[in-house]
């Protein structure tokens, strides 16, 4: 089964400061898409950025980048040029390719900004 | 992208009690999940729902405690039954379409 591994519980950030989210995961499976997801007090989920798993080109999506690192299983976050809008939840998710299949999601790192 | 509507949003109900929550979505999808996020918690799979058969629960999820309908392919429905506190979480449904998934809004439901 795939997990989702988040080891950061909790990260705090200075207002215009970069800060790095990491995410490790787990799967036998070749292809696959890797998504990071923001949860404000809101609730709703919202899709910061997606990366295809058989693209080697790292995903980048205005302040949000990652570093995707198939052979390591690591797909961090970066957010640069954090703003006090980007404080919420952040959850790393899996989902394997082909077929309509569940996203796998890993226990989430609740981002501060401090102005 | 597709836009899925998710109600009641919030809910206080008296334990033993039932609420059917409803996500109406605005395209058709072959599969939609349902998730449960305890609270400070992560998203954990509850089902997930294909127009015209049973759902598929996950393990440590029964359909008795949480039967799942989906009538046509743009609507589905989880209802929590004889709810107790430990119910208490927000509830989100979520659809896959192409290369991304989408969520509704999500039902905080408490359990009084």
């Known amino acids: 089964a795939q997990t989702v591994t988040q080891s950061q519980p909790e990260m705090s950030v200075q207002e215009a400061e970069t800060v790095t989210l990491s995410c490790t995961y787990d799967?036998?499976?070749?292809?696959?898409?890797l998504f990071w997801y923001k949860q404000p007090p809101s609730r709703q989920m919202i899709l910061v950025i997606r990366?295809?798993?058989?693209?080697?080109q790292n995903a980048t999506e205005n302040r949000f980048s990652v570093n995707f690192q198939k052979a390591a299983k690591s797909f961090s976050l970066k957010i640069s040029d954090s703003q006090l809008g980007d404080a919420a939840m952040y959850f790393c998710a899996y989902r394997a390719r082909g077929g309509n299949t569940p996203l796998v999601f890993g226990k989430g790192t609740r981002l501060s900004v401090i102005a | 992208s597709a836009v899925i509507s998710q109600k009641p949003s919030r809910d206080i109900c008296q334990r033993g009690t039932s609420l059917t929550i409803q996500c109406q979505v605005d395209?058709?999808?072959?599969?939609m999940f349902w998730y449960r996020q305890q609270p400070g918690q992560s998203l954990t799979l509850i089902a997930t729902?294909?127009?015209?058969?049973?759902?598929?629960?996950e393990s440590g999820f029964v359909i008795d405690k949480f039967p799942i309908s989906r009538p046509n392919l743009t609507f589905s429905t989880l209802t929590v039954s004889n709810m107790s506190p430990e119910d208490s979480s927000i509830y989100l449904c979520s659809a896959a379409q192409s290369t991304e998934a989408f969520f509704g809004q999500g039902t905080r439901l408490t359990v009084v």
């Open positions: 729902a294909n127009q015209g058969s049973e759902a598929t629960y």
């Open positions: 799967t036998s499976e070749s292809d696959y898409y």
């Open positions: 990366q295809e798993a058989y693209k080697q």
């Open positions: 395209s058709q999808v072959t599969m």
